[in-house]
Structure formats: structure tokens, C-alpha cells
């Protein structure tokens, strides 16, 4: 697979574009079109891109190959193309990693960037609640995962990956619960449209503190 790099820097460019209008929102209209204006300006918002070389990590076994070998729930054969490639090999750390959270293991991921650390505890919480679906426990109270963040922006990024690979998914709920998370839900809901124009909000996700205090996500 080639990467353009030039493409994916203009990507990059674009989302902080977008996490900056996002997470500072402007009521006043004149100060928010200079901010806008400026944001598609000249504005030096980045620098580069700076390429680095660095030798590709070793490829492991793929998603479908761990559910036919019993590793994973056999429900992630229902993940579409976009959400999870089930015949891309994963890095081999994160065949390594999901073979020992499999056996109820403790582990501690110590890679490099972009190596796919999110992975390596995101599918074995995804594979315990799809075992739960089998089993008919996860209509059942209660948060099964926590994800600790030291910043919000993180905690956001996380939340689009959430959506894309839940989406098909509604049994399984998820709420980000932040200090930027808003009490009601009509008010997280305007909040959510000012964030993310034109994404459709899932019926799983809570966005709200009343709705995660009503009903805590199965991921929060």
C-alpha cells in the first residue's frame, strides 16, 4: 500500500482545522468569521511534512484468522470492510497482545507511534462484550471498560473510532464523560451538531451526563 504524503498532511491539516473550530466555538459572528478566515489563511498551522524512515513493524496474523482459531468471538465476522478489515494482517505485537489478553493476562504496550497500540486493548474489550451478546449478559447494568485519557483531545479521537467500528453494533453503548460532556441531552445534542456537522449521531453512544448517569455505557 503507497501513502501520499502530501495528501495525508493536507488530511491532517484539515482535522485540526476541524478540532480547533470544534473546541473553541465563537458566538460572536464577526469574530468567528476572522477566526475561520485566518484558520484558511496563511495561518502556519503546520510545518512540513517532515518524512522519517523507519523499518516496517513484523505482520501477524489477521482478525479472521484469530476466530477461526477460537482467539476471538465469532461476531467480529460481522464487522464491515470500513469498520475492521478482518483479512489485513495486524502487526505481530497485536496478535501477541490479543493472544495474551485471550488468557486473561495484564499487559503493557511499549511501541512505537503509529504502530497500532489502540488495538491492542480496544479489540479484547470489544471481543468480551460480543462473547456477552452470545452468552445474553450484556443486556445486564453496568460499565464494562474504562478508557483513561490525560487529554480531551484524546478522549475525542477516540470517540470517531468508536463510532465507525460500533456503528453496526447497538447493543453496545459508549459516552465520552469529560468536563466538556453537557448535563442534557438537548444541550449535548446542539453541542454534537457544532462538533460534528453532518455526522449522524448513533443510537449507542450517550452523549450526555444525564444519559450516562441514566444508563452507563458498556464503554465509557
Do not use: W
Amino acid at each position: 500500500m503507497s501513502i501520499d504524503p502530501i495528501k495525508v498532511s493536507e488530511r491532517i491539516e484539515d482535522e485540526y482545522r476541524s478540532y480547533l473550530r470544534s473546541s473553541f466555538p465563537i458566538a460572536d459572528a464577526t469574530l468567528n468569521r476572522d477566526f475561520d478566515r485566518q484558520l484558511q489563511g496563511e495561518f502556519p498551522l503546520t510545518r512540513g511534512p517532515l518524512l522519517e524512515a523507519t523499518p516496517p513493524y513484523e505482520n501477524g496474523a489477521s482478525v479472521r484468522d484469530l476466530v477461526e482459531r477460537g482467539v476471538l468471538s465469532q461476531g467480529f465476522l460481522e464487522f464491515s470492510e470500513e469498520a475492521l478489515p478482518l483479512d489485513r494482517p495486524l502487526y505481530l505485537h497485536q496478535e501477541e497482545a490479543l493472544l495474551r489478553a485471550a488468557d486473561g493476562r495484564n499487559l503493557l504496550i511499549a511501541t512505537g507511534t503509529g504502530s497500532g497500540k489502540t488495538e491492542c486493548f480496544l479489540l479484547p474489550i470489544v471481543d468480551a462484550l460480543l462473547r456477552e451478546k452470545e452468552a445474553g449478559t450484556l443486556n445486564q447494568p453496568g460499565v464494562r471498560a474504562m478508557l483513561l485519557y490525560p487529554m480531551n483531545a484524546l478522549a475525542n479521537d477516540q470517540l470517531k473510532r468508536l463510532r465507525v467500528l460500533l456503528k453496526d453494533f447497538p447493543e453496545i453503548t459508549f459516552g465520552r464523560y469529560t468536563g466538556e460532556t453537557r448535563q442534557t441531552t438537548k444541550k449535548a445534542e446542539q453541542d454534537f451538531r457544532s462538533r460534528y456537522p453532518g455526522v449522524k449521531r448513533l443510537e449507542n453512544e450517550l452523549i450526555s451526563r444525564d444519559e450516562i448517569n441514566e444508563g452507563p455505557p458498556k464503554i465509557l
